[in-house]
């Protein structure tokens, strides 16, 4: 076992809640009681989780419910993270989300290298379901912050006869591009600065360590491409416009 699960966890486990959330106060990072609800529902939804995912891994119709539960909240939680409300535009962000898992997650299951069961199916959906989210978020954020910061350039291109969406893709590319750069990093770094859940997982799940790395190897490879067509796919819906922040109220 990874951790003594005792009353010494829990007063740990808050006691650095609270710490992160007075960090974010002290250096006015944002909200410290965003910080705080995040790690209560956190602690809520993987207690949920754990009496639910034996029931939901036995049969089909409950397992597949469950992944699309995961989807839609991924897609939610993207869209109010690039496109804040009262933006009507969030609901776009199923496309470059459900683009880059479900293609996948199809090829896994065609070639049998991931089994059709749901202790396996679950798990590896839900990283890169994950991937996809983090991904999503940067990128629209990014492309959006760039494209209103950068504003002049955009009515430039549009000056030299490029279309609105060339004018905005020249402008907000690069910016986007930022949203590869964790998961490469995590890549390039994987062994020697971290050792990843799913390495850890699987060792003390009993297997060895060459089928430990060969899995987390193949969870970072699917990681890249998933990221990779949910970046692409934000840019271009940020391009042409389906992605858009609410023009802010007039005095």
Known sequence: MLLNLNATFVVLLVALLALAAGVVAVAGLGRPRDTLVAGARAATQLVAVSFVIGWV???VPPLLCFLL?????AVRTAGRRVVPAPGRSWPWTAVPIGAGVVPVVLALLVTGVVPARGIALVPVTGILI???LTATVLSGRRALDELATRRGEVEAGLALGLSEREARMEVARGAAADALLPGMDQTRTVGLVTLPGAFVGMLLGGA?????GAVQLFVL???LLVQAVATALTLELVARERLVRPEPPLP
Request: aromatic share 6%; no cysteine.
């Open 130 to 132: 994950g991937g996809a």
């Open 208 to 212: 060895s360590p060459l089928h430990a």
């Open 57 to 59: 891994v036995r049969a």
């Open 221 to 223: 490879v699917a990681l």
């Open 69 to 73: 539960l995961m989807y839609a909240v």
